[in-house]
C-alpha cells in the first residue's frame, strides 16, 4: 500500500481483557516496528522486527505484552489481561531495506486503545 | 541507554515569524537525528534529518543544524505559516538497522495569523 495501514484506529475494552492491534506495513519495507504513544509524550520503542524474527523485543513492557510478524509482512501486536496502564495510541512504522535507509521511518496513524 | 530532551515544550509566534526547537542527547554514539511533526490524530511525520558527518543541512523553510561536540541539535523553521502548527519531536539513533528512536517529550508549535 502507499502508506503504513493500521487497524483499528480506535479499540476500547475493559480491564482484563485480550487486544490484538494490526499493522500492514509499506510494500517491500523489511523492517517493521512498534512504538507505543502516552498523552503529551514522545513515542516510546516497543520491538523490532527484521523480515519474520523479532530482532529486538526489549521495549516490551512485561510478558502480557507479545508480536507476530509470521509471514515478513503484516504484524499483529497482541496484549493479554489488558489493564487501565495500557491505555495509549500505539504505532506502527516500516523502513525500508538497506543501511541508509534502515532508519527512516514511516509511521501509521496508529490505534488508540482505551482500557476501562 | 540513549536519552533526549527538548525543548521549550510549547511555542507560540505570529505568523512568517522564526521558530526554534532545541534537543540534546546523551549517547555520544548516536548518529542519526531525525525531526517528526505530528498533527492530531495523525502519526509523525519525517520532516527532516541529519547524520553526523555534517552540521546542517537546509530543505527550504526548514533546516537543522547539529553541534556533536555538544551534543545538541536545533529544528530551525522560517516564515512560518499556520499550516505549521502541529507537535515537533526531535529524536536520536544509531544509524544500524533495527537501531531504535529514542525521542524527546515534543513541542507544541503554534503559528497564530
Known amino acids: 500500500g502507499a502508506g503504513v495501514s493500521q487497524t483499528p484506529s480506535n479499540k476500547v475494552t475493559e480491564k482484563g481483557k485480550y487486544v490484538e492491534l494490526r499493522c500492514d506495513p509499506i510494500s517491500g519495507h523489511t523492517a517493521l516496528y512498534w512504538y507505543r504513544q502516552s498523552l503529551g509524550q514522545g513515542p516510546e520503542f516497543l520491538i523490532y522486527?527484521?523480515?519474520?524474527?523479532?530482532?529486538?523485543d526489549s521495549g516490551l513492557p512485561n510478558d502480557r505484552f507479545f508480536a507476530v510478524r509470521p509471514e515478513g509482512s503484516v504484524s499483529t501486536l497482541k496484549i493479554q489481561r489488558t489493564e487501565r496502564g495500557d491505555s495509549a495510541v500505539y504505532l506502527c512504522a516500516s523502513s525500508p531495506p538497506g543501511l541508509t535507509g534502515a532508519n527512516v521511518l514511516t509511521f501509521g496513524a496508529g490505534s488508540r486503545l482505551t482500557v476501562l | 541507554g540513549e536519552n533526549v530532551e527538548q525543548h521549550p515544550s510549547t511555542l507560540s509566534v505570529q505568523e512568517g515569524d522564526s521558530a526554534v526547537i532545541k534537543c540534546t542527547y546523551s549517547d555520544s554514539a548516536s548518529n542519526y537525528f531525525p525531526w517528526y511533526k505530528q498533527e492530531l490524530g495523525k502519526g509523525p511525520q519525517l520532516i527532516i534529518d541529519i547524520r553526523s558527518n555534517v552540521g546542517e543541512k537546509k530543505d527550504q523553510r526548514i533546516a537543522v543544524t547539529l553541534n556533536k561536540t555538544a551534543k545538541h541539535f536545533s529544528l530551525h523553521i522560517t516564515e512560518t505559516q499556520p499550516e505549521d502548527s502541529a507537535v515537533y519531536f526531535c529524536?536520536?539513533?544509531?544509524?544500524?538497522?533495527?537501531?531504535?528512536?529514542?525521542f524527546g517529550e515534543g513541542t507544541q508549535l503554534t503559528v497564530n495569523p
Open positions: 529524536a536520536a539513533s544509531k544509524e544500524t538497522s533495527g537501531s531504535r528512536l529514542t
Open positions: 522486527f527484521q523480515g519474520t524474527g523479532a530482532a529486538d
